[in-house]
């Protein structure tokens, strides 16, 4: 809201009712900002969360398929599993506005550990089903999480620095305008 003390002392207004009106916009404003920065949090963390579900509901679907594959199938299908996941979470992550520093770090930190989570179900997964349907597996759970994670931190890595250049370049750009 725009705040006139010229246009209300024209109108008749005293020093004491501008100041009274000036402090009552400034905390309506406070607390709208501060209701949108709640706002802009629980998105946040609301859609990081259902990143994190959608990752490990991917592993149990993807699981049953990793029995009747050869090992350089199996890894490329988790490759690509992976690529889809991190882009999935980049793209999502690249359009939330104004994500400090912390946010990204926490999002590098837990997707990938979500990644070898998901990695360790997926294992146990195929695991149990082989010994139950008498199956040789010879998927190693390790290179399976390595995969993963590394095919799911790359797309999001690749996001990062191009946000990173696109703020660079626009602070640049300000510093040699004014």
């Known amino acids: 809201m725009k ?7 024209k ?10 009106a000036k402090k009552i916009i400034t905390k309506h404003e406070e607390d709208n900002k501060n209701k949108f920065n709640y706002h802009k949090q629980t998105t946040y963390w609301l ?4 990143i994190l579900a ?4 991917g592993s149990f679907l993807i699981g049953p398929f990793l029995l009747f594959v050869s090992p350089k199938i199996a890894y490329l299908i988790i490759g690509t599993a992976g690529l889809m996941f991190g882009t999935f979470a980049g ?5 939330i506005e104004d994500l400090e520093r912390h946010h990204h ?3 590098s930190i837990i997707i990938p550990i979500t990644a070898i989570f998901s990695s360790i179900l997926m294992s146990k997964q195929v695991f149990e089903a082989a010994s139950f349907l008498r199956l040789n597996v010879e998927i190693h759970p390790i290179i399976l999480g390595a995969v993963f994670s590394i095919c799911t931190l790359v797309p999001y890595g690749i996001f990062i620095q191009i946000e990173n250049k696109k703020k660079n370049e ?5 510093k040699t305008s004014s």
């Open 47 to 50: 859609l990081f969360v259902m």
């Open 91 to 95: 793209l999502v992550m690249k359009d």
């Open 170 to 174: 626009s602070k640049r750009l300000d």
């Open 105 to 107: 770090v926490a999002i």
């Open 3 to 9: 705040f006139n003390e010229q246009s209300l002392r």
């Open 54 to 57: 959608i990752g490990i509901a």
């Open 11 to 20: 109108k008749g207004w005293n020093e004491e009712e501008i100041n009274h």
